[in-house]
Every structure is written in C-alpha cells, then in structure tokens.
C-alpha cells in the first residue's frame, strides 16, 4: 500500500501541491524557532544562576554573557553618569528589564502568527479540495471515487497538516512563554539585591576618591 502522504500529494494539483509545501515550510520554521529558544533560554537560565550566585555571596562579579549581568552593568554606568534617585533607579531597572525580556522574546510573535494561520491554510485547502471534487462530478457527471478522490484527499491531507503544525506551535508557544516569564520573574525578585550591590558599589567608589 503507498504511503498516505505521497498517494495525497499525487492527487492534489497545483494549488495543493503549494499550500501543502507552504505549510511544510511553516512547521520547519515553528520547530527551528521553538528549539533555539529553549536552547537560548536555557543558557539564560544557567548563565543567570552563575550571576546570582556571585552577587549574594558577594564574589567577584565576572563579566558572564546574561540578561543579569546586562542589567547591572547598564545600571553601573547610569549610576556612574546620572544623579541617582530612587525614582529614576526603579525606573530605569524597569525598562533594562523589559528590554531584556524582549530579547528573549523574539519571535515568539512569529510563532503565534504560525500556531494562528496554519488551521486557515489547511481549512484553504480543505475548501479547494472540496470545490476541486464537486467540480469533478459536475463534469463528469458521475460521483464515483475515481471522479472524486483527488479532490477529498486534497481536502483531507491539507487540513490534517494544518494541524499538525498549528498543535505544536501552539504548546510550543505557551510553554515557551511561561518559561520566559519565570526568567522575567526571577530577575525582578532579585531587584533588591542588586540594589545593595549598586550602593556597595557607590559607597566604595566614593572612599576611592
């Protein structure tokens, strides 16, 4: 027996053939996004442990490629340049903050318009192949099988793939932001140490002069 797949892409014409090859491109593309950024955050989260780490336990603060370590060393130079105020400080620890959650963000937008659009390209499909069939039996004026098979498996396998993209995507997408959350989360909480340090900093650095 031939493979389902390849028995429906035979029966599908043109407009299938590209709708079926668009929604393959699609679900590379959502699983290519959804692996780097559990990779990515991942990293994130190790990197940040590393940062914390050294910040409570008052080590030596190594310049470590994380969210964390953007942060203060951002808020060091505003330190070093602005008049510090409580005010300005929760502010701009604010804005650091989402920039960095946007970073990690990225994409993610992309893979929500994929979880959205890939159903309708499929329901598309669904449409044409159905119209293709109903076609063919006007035509043909018969209702046999053979008259109406290309039509109903290109009706069937576009919808099947539709959601075969969208259903991962769409728990890819939400898994990937609650973990992105729980990094936004944690970095908040850690507000008040890295406020200490600051003053640490400041403190020490006024005694140097």
């Known amino acids: 027996m031939e493979n389902i797949w390849i028995s429906s892409w035979k029966h599908c014409d043109f407009f299938g053939k590209a709708d079926l090859v668009i929604l393959g491109i699609l679900s590379v593309y959502s699983w290519y996004i959804m692996i780097e950024k559990i990779l990515t955050i991942r990293d994130v989260s190790k990197k940040n442990k590393i940062f914390v780490s ?32 409580s005010e300005k400080f929760k502010e701009k620890i604010e804005k650091l903050i989402m920039k960095e959650q946007k970073n990690l963000e990225k ?4 893979l929500a318009t994929i979880t959205a659009v890939a159903p309708f390209l499929g329901l598309l499909g669904t449409v044409w192949g159905l119209l293709l069939a109903f076609t063919n039996m006007a035509i043909k004026g018969s209702s ?7 039509g109903v498996a290109e009706a069937l396998i576009t919808t099947v793939l539709g959601l075969l993209v969208a259903i991962p995507s769409a728990v890819g997408y939400n898994y990937l932001r609650e973990r992105i959350q729980t990094v936004v ?4 909480f850690l507000i008040p140490e890295i406020e200490d340090y600051l003053k640490e900093k400041a403190q020490s650095s006024e005694k140097d002069i």
């Open 107 to 110: 994409n993610l937008t992309t």
């Open 185 to 188: 989360d944690e970095m908040e």
């Open 54 to 85: 050294n910040l409570l336990y008052k080590k030596e603060i190594k310049k470590i490629p994380c969210p964390l370590y953007s942060i203060v060393h951002q808020l060091l130079l505003f330190q070093r340049f602005e008049k510090n105020t």
């Open 144 to 150: 046999s099988i053979r008259v109406v098979a290309g």
